[in-house]
Structures are given as structure tokens and as C-alpha cells.
């Protein structure tokens, strides 16, 4: 049951970026966005009463949950704004470098050390990325101004901030990390886009549009969040992270299908680079390897 609820969760996320692009066309990243706190936390708020889960060290550590809400919002407006520009299959790939990230953050921050593996994961993640990000064209500049990609990358720095922050509230219930940040998020973000946009945003959406909606709301930022909660409790973190090296399978097999976004010899060969480097930085444990996976649900 554990292992059906994982892939659940990490079939929603990876798919999370093809109901993204299909919003994309009808509205604005904070738009999206703010609906999505709002479809979410209802449903989050039901399992949390239904699990009785204690928030006393959140709340004694409220600086900290403001600041995981800030690079939150941050961070999914960020990868929201690059996504308008670059495709969901990238953006599914670009996304699994964040522990990359995190090591490198934990060296400079933490004074956690880089090892031969590490550093050798990092330079073939790198040139996996290089290669999403050119096309598989490396005579051309174009992958210089392919700021959409760029962005979603930007993204991937921003999570691993808010992981090694959100390190501090790391005796709290997953979950329960979860809805705080979640709340604090959706008040900083939905009355702004409210007093812009209002209903109207939302009024005679496309039913496709609106399903996408839902789907990113109720499912991906609120049932998966608990699946991948519920995994947390019952497995330990090492095993439940392998499950997100297959989030970009999800992305990859409805793209086509959904967005008609071609599956190139270059897509394929740079995300198994970027998955061959992520393998090789995780070899090494580290105490911020099993916090990496248990704030993985970032979408």
C-alpha cells in the first residue's frame, strides 16, 4: 500500500508540469498559483484533523515557517514564470538537479564536505543540463538566452534554500511542515492576486483549464503531499527518494500527448546525465540527504 500511495504522488508531480503549461495560456503564474493554495489546503486541513498532528514546534519556531513561506512563494513563481518559456519535460528534468544544489549550498553554509563522487556527479549533471538546456546544439548561443530554463533551474536553487532553512523545523510531522508553510504562503500570495485579478481571472475558464486546476490543487499540492507524508512515516527516507528519479517519466510520457512536446535523442541523453550525476552527489550520506527527500514535495 506504501509503495501504491508513493508512485501516486509522484505520478501527480510529474504530471503536475503538463497541467501547469496548459494553465499557462489562460493565466498568470501567481494566479495559478494562488488557486492552487486555495484548492489545496481545504483537503490538507481535513487529513491534519484527521491524523491530530501537534504544530507546538512550528509555532515556536514561527520566524522560520514565515521565511519557508516567503522562498515558497518565491520559488514557485520563479519556476511558474519559466515554465511560459521552456517545455514540461525539461522543467521535470531541470528540477531533479535540487540536491545537487543542496550539496553545494551545505558546503558553503554548512561546511559539509564535497567528495570525489560528488564532485564528479556535479560536472556530469552539469553538462546533462548544458545539454537540455542547448538542444543538443552546442555551436549555438541560443541555449545562452533560453531564460525559461534558466529560470526553472533558478527554482531548483530556491527549493534547496528553503530545505537547509527548513531544517530547523525537521522534528515537526512532515505534513505538518507542510500545511504551516502552505497557510503562510496562500495569505501572502491569494489577497493580492484577489484585489488584481478578483473572479474574473477565473470566470469562463475552458473546462480543460479548470480540471488542470483541480488537478494541481486538490491532488498534486494536496493528496500528494500526504501520500508522500504517509511514505515518510513508513519507510525510511533513503528508500522512499528513489521514487522521485521516476517524477520525469510521468512528464515525459503525457507531453507528447497533452502538449505535443517532441522526445529528442537530446532530452532523453540529458536527463539520464542529470539522473546519473543526482545518483552519484547522494551516494554520500549526509544529515541534509534524508531532509532533501522529506521536503521533496515542491511542486
Not at 19 to 26: E, I, N, R, S
Request: with cysteine.
Amino acid at each position: 500500500m506504501t509503495t501504491l500511495l508513493l508512485i501516486a504522488a509522484i505520478a501527480m508531480w510529474g504530471l503536475s508540469f503538463v497541467a501547469t503549461k496548459v494553465c499557462l495560456d489562460y493565466l498568470s503564474p501567481a494566479e495559478i498559483i494562488a488557486a492552487r493554495f486555495v484548492l489545496a489546503l481545504p483537503v490538507l486541513l481535513v487529513v491534519v484533523k484527521t491524523m491530530r498532528l501537534s504544530f507546538d514546534l512550528i509555532l515556536r519556531q514561527w520566524k522560520t515557517t514565515l521565511a519557508c513561506a516567503l522562498i515558497l512563494v518565491v520559488h514557485l513563481l520563479i519556476q511558474v514564470e519559466g515554465m511560459k518559456t521552456t517545455t514540461a519535460t525539461n522543467t521535470a528534468w531541470l528540477i531533479t538537479t535540487i540536491p545537487v544544489f543542496i550539496v553545494v549550498l551545505s558546503y558553503f553554509f554548512l561546511r559539509e564536505r564535497i567528495n570525489r563522487y560528488q564532485a564528479l556527479g556535479m560536472a556530469i549533471a552539469a553538462f546533462g543540463v548544458l545539454l537540455l538546456v542547448s538542444r543538443g546544439d552546442f555551436r549555438s548561443l541560443a541555449f545562452v538566452r533560453s531564460y525559461g530554463d534558466w529560470l526553472v533551474l533558478g527554482s531548483a536553487v530556491t527549493w534547496s534554500i528553503y530545505t537547509i532553512l527548513g531544517k530547523k523545523l525537521a522534528g515537526a510531522h512532515p505534513l505538518a511542515v507542510t500545511v504551516s508553510v502552505l497557510t503562510v504562503s496562500a495569505i501572502m500570495l491569494a489577497p493580492p492576486v484577489a484585489i488584481r485579478s478578483g473572479l474574473a481571472a477565473y470566470i469562463h475558464l475552458p473546462l480543460k483549464v479548470v480540471l488542470s486546476l483541480v488537478f494541481l490543487g486538490v491532488f498534486c499540492m494536496g493528496l500528494a503531499y500526504w501520500f508522500w507524508a504517509e511514505g515518510l512515516k513508513r519507510k525510511t527516507a533513503g528508500r522512499v527518494g528513489v521514487y522521485l528519479y521516476f517524477e520525469p517519466v510521468s512528464t515525459m510520457l503525457a507531453a507528447p500527448f497533452v502538449l505535443g512536446e517532441a522526445v529528442t535523442p537530446s532530452l532523453v541523453g540529458g536527463g539520464a546525465l542529470v539522473v546519473l550525476g543526482v545518483w552519484l552527489v547522494e551516494r554520500a550520506e549526509s544529515p541534509l540527504k534524508s531532509l532533501s527527500r522529506a521536503f521533496s514535495g515542491r511542486h
